[in-house]
């Protein structure tokens, strides 16, 4: 894979983990009922029903972040000789 497209994929990947860790901790003062997730590529309201799949969202996410580090810290450099 392509070293800049894994760098956008992890960048993304922690962005929308941001994402859904602001909208847990929202819901987890309790002084709100529902919390409006904005990913830039999707928007949904999520309620306290919903905290469970947030955790299980969050989860995946950090899974998928740390699969995609571990791919670009295994990425080949070229090496060139110099003579």
Avoid: C
Wanted: charged content about 20%; hydrophobic content about 45%.
């Amino acid at each position: 894979m392509d070293h800049i497209f894994l760098k956008q994929r992890i960048e993304k990947a922690k962005n929308t983990i941001i994402a859904y860790e602001d909208a847990l901790i929202a819901l987890s003062a309790g002084n709100i009922q529902s919390y409006m997730i904005d990913t830039g590529q999707t928007k949904q309201t999520v309620t306290m029903q919903d905290i469970e799949k947030i955790n299980n969202i969050i989860a995946s996410l950090e899974n998928k972040l740390a699969t995609l580090t571990a791919r670009i810290n295994n990425i080949p450099t070229h090496v060139v000789p110099l003579w």
